[in-house]
């Protein structure tokens, strides 16, 4: 066999989003597609796209509701795709009509970040790839940041962070991470959102062993591994489960988990029966979908 048709081999695939060839290069296999931000309001949203990091390539996608005001800022939401950190983008056919949406209903500021994916970048990159991003965005704070849009209308005493399946775990380790640093003294972290999370739980996970080939008990994908999760750093979480998920059994451990932990904030849990996997974004105007966007969206609202 020579060496181009040996390159060619498949080394791992997680069919239906991508595979690896033996050479090493990624073939995605879906979440590739994007549409454009618009300066037209689409449901009443306004969105643009802002570059946090010209080395790394970090970025986001900005919303703002066409009714805010400088005189009332809003919630600020730093919103994480899923797509088992691989496949997606703030910028997806899938992403983008959610966020419209979801800022449209809660009458929020969003920021929806564009991390690295793996597994050309390895966990823990993703990660340190939205916290620089809420960094960039907490910067705004003082009112002196770069971009108006929350200079002028995000209420850094409300912030949430929010995400699905691979989104959901990065936005639960935002919060460990808030909750252990001393850089935020003008950001408050109201909540978190998490949607179908992806956790694992005491055993092995196929593709998180595959892009963090380390023990089963890292706290970043196993939070009963983690000695600190009592100082999650937020008043409040709420966490979608579908019916018929394949995940659901691990949204119900980390509900349980939490509890347990010693944390003293609120947990919430809120079961969508019958419907499967991010459900509200593959079929975004089913019944079930928009009661899971108005309880998203008054949780942020409420006190």
């Not at 919630?75 to 997606?88: A, K, N, Q, S």
């Not at 008043?235 to 349980?256: A, H, M, P, Q, S």
């Amino acid at each position: 066999m020579d060496s181009s048709s040996s390159k060619s081999e498949i080394e791992f695939e997680c069919f239906p989003m991508f595979r690896v060839l033996k050479g090493g290069v990624v073939e995605r296999i879906a979440g590739t597609e994007t549409v454009p931000p618009s300066d037209v309001p689409q449901n009443g949203v306004l969105s643009k796209d802002v570059v946090i990091s010209p080395e790394t390539g970090v970025s986001a996608r900005l919303y703002l509701p066409t009714a805010a005001s400088p005189n009332r800022n809003l919630p600020l939401l730093l919103y994480i795709h899923g797509g088992g950190f691989c496949i997606e983008s703030p910028f997806s056919p899938l992403y983008h009509p959610h966020l419209v949406s979801l800022v449209s209903t809660a009458n929020v500021v969003a920021v929806s970040v564009h991390y690295r994916l793996c597994p050309e970048n390895p966990i823990p990159i993703p990660y340190d790839d939205t916290w620089q991003a809420f960094l960039w965005a907490a910067a705004h704070s003082s009112g002196q940041g770069p971009e108006p849009w929350l200079n002028h209308h995000a209420d850094f005493g409300r912030v949430f962070f929010a995400g699905d399946s691979a989104g959901a775990n990065i936005a639960h380790n935002m919060a460990m991470r808030a909750g252990s640093t001393t850089q935020l003294s003008d950001v408050s972290i109201s909540g978190i959102v998490l949607v179908h999370p992806y956790f694992g739980k005491n055993e092995p996970d196929r593709l998180w062993d595959y892009i963090c080939p380390s023990e089963v008990h890292n706290p970043l994908f196993n939070p009963a591994a983690d000695t600190n999760l009592s100082n999650l750093g937020c008043g409040k979480v709420l966490i979608f489960v579908g019916g018929k998920d394949f995940l659901k059994n691990r949204g119900l451990w980390y509900y349980e988990t939490l509890k347990k932990s010693g944390w003293g904030g609120a947990v919430e849990m809120v079961e969508s029966e019958g419907e499967a996997h991010v459900f509200h974004l593959l079929n975004p105007d089913c019944e079930k979908a928009g009661d899971l966007l108005q309880k998203f969206a008054s949780f942020m609202n409420l006190d």
